[in-house]
């Protein structure tokens, strides 16, 4: 059981904004920076949002991160085909780090 | 632009070591944190430890007495053993810079940049 709380699943149709839930507590979320990752089928994570709500280089602002308290939120807007996949939140726990079970993304 | 390659046996019998390098390009290797991170087959992602561009590491408890992480400054490579493996030890295994700090530099991050395309490990008899 993770640490991190993820619906397993969510699905949208092509153009749809869908968000994605993290749930921890006051020793992960509460007190510290949450990232997300997408990892498309048969390939490595790749790092999406960093400090709650940055996107790296080369990540189009359709994706998007928030935080409030204890949970945190990814959101996708303009949905493509192309981004399904599935979708992990990760942070710390008294210098563990942690990670959401994942939820998997099915554009419809 | 860093890029990470993991290698090493994809098959280990169980009681023994796992051990897997990853070779960094494109970036000097005292530059940055380095992490390994797991995931069985059809499961989630797990946390296996880190070490800093100063030599200090960090592992999970639930492994920490069988993990080692290292690095090689002279190969630009650092390297997990993981000790008296079993067959829950099966997993991907992949490699990763961690941003350690945020902007201030005063805040843990704790971000997972790169990743390496990661390496299928089975342990099995």
């Known amino acids: 059981q993770s640490v991190l709380t993820q619906p397993p699943s969510v699905s949208a149709a092509p153009g749809q904004k869908v968000t994605i839930s993290c749930s921890g507590s006051s020793s992960n979320i509460g007190n510290n920076y949450v990232s997300w990752y997408q990892q498309l089928p048969g390939t490595a994570p790749k790092l999406l949002i960093y400090?709650?709500?940055k996107r790296p280089s080369g990540i189009p602002d359709r994706f998007s991160g928030s935080k409030s308290g204890t949970s945190a939120t990814l959101g996708i807007t303009g949905l493509q085909t192309g981004d399904e996949a599935d979708y992990y939140c990760?942070?710390?726990?008294?210098?563990?780090?942690?990670f959401g079970g994942g939820t998997k993304l099915t554009v419809l | 632009q860093v890029q990470l390659q993991e290698s090493g046996p994809g098959l280990v019998k169980p009681s023994e070591t796992l051990s897997l390098t990853c070779t960094v390009s494109g970036g000097s290797i005292s530059s940055y944190y380095w992490s390994w991170i797991r995931q069985p087959p059809g499961k989630g992602l797990e946390w296996i430890g880190y070490i800093s561009y100063s030599g200090i590491t960090n592992y999970n408890p639930s492994l920490k007495s069988r993990v080692t992480i290292s690095v090689d400054t002279s190969k630009n490579q650092f390297s997990l053993k993981l000790s008296s493996v079993t067959a829950a030890d099966t997993a991907v295994y992949y490699c990763?810079?961690?941003?350690?700090?945020?902007?201030?530099?005063?805040?843990?991050?704790?971000?997972?940049?790169?990743w390496g395309q990661g390496t299928m490990v089975t342990v099995s008899s």
């Open positions: 990763a810079t961690l941003i350690p700090f945020d902007s201030s530099g005063y805040y843990w991050l704790g971000a997972f940049d790169i």
């Open positions: 400090e709650n709500n």
């Open positions: 990760g942070t710390w726990d008294s210098s563990l780090g942690v």
